[in-house]
Every structure is written in C-alpha cells, then in structure tokens.
C-alpha cells in the first residue's frame, strides 16, 4: 500500500518561510514526477510546482522567484521551500505522485495523493 505523508504547514507571518516535506512509503519500483497542489477556501486545486525524476521542474507564475521544488530519489522524498510568503498562500497543500510503479505491478502507473497540510500565511 502506497502512501504519501506531508509535513511541514503551518501558521506563519508575511514574509516568512516554510519548508514542506512529503514522503512516499509502500513498496515503491519508481515514480515519475513528484509534485505540490494547493487549494484555497471556495477555490479549485491548482498545480504550485513539480519535478520529475531528472529533476525538471515547473512552477505556478504565482510561485516563481518565491518557492523552490526539489526532490531526494533515493528517499522518494519531495520538498518544498517556500519563501517570502503572501497571504494569498494560504491554502491546503497536497503532495502528489505522478506515474508510480510499484514493485507488485511495475507496468502500471499510477497517481496518488497525500492527505493535504494547512499553510496560513496572516500577521
């Protein structure tokens, strides 16, 4: 069974950092990119940022310059650094993983999802 467990929200004041971590656990064969969603109050999910496995990364307009995405292989660990916080950050951030091949089935791919952390960025 494979999961993904965040960490790393919380409540911090305009301007500050935070660091999210998400790690995948299971019987894990590979994965293919390793990405950050958020979603506000009576808003849609929208993508922040994603690497992939060579480390190519993509990031929301909203994010650049501000957030850097990066990723462990051997840990199937994604991180997300995010700097210079906007109240406008404040979200629910989920970890997703894209293309996962587990060792049970490593010709089937699939995508999961973490349970989401809150991020509130309020003085």
């Known amino acids: 069974q494979v999961q993904l467990v965040e960490s790393g929200g919380g409540l911090v004041q305009p301007g500050g950092s935070l660091r999210l971590s998400c790690a995948a656990s299971?019987?894990?064969?590979?994965?293919?990119?390793m990405g950050w969603y958020r979603q506000a109050p009576g808003k849609q999910r929208e993508v922040v940022a994603s690497?992939?496995?060579?480390?190519?990364?993509n990031y929301a307009d909203s994010v650049k310059g501000r957030f850097t995405i990066s990723r462990d292989n051997a840990k199937n660990t994604v991180y997300l650094q995010m700097n210079s916080l906007k109240p406008e950050d404040t979200a629910v951030y989920y970890c997703?993983?894209?293309?996962?091949?587990?060792?049970?089935?490593?010709?089937?791919?699939?995508?999961?999802w973490g349970q989401g952390t809150q991020v509130t960025v309020s003085s």
């Open positions: 997703n993983a894209d293309g996962l091949r587990s060792w049970s089935d490593i010709t089937t791919p699939h995508n999961y």
């Open positions: 299971g019987s894990i064969f590979s994965i293919y990119a």
């Open positions: 690497i992939t496995s060579g480390d190519s990364t």
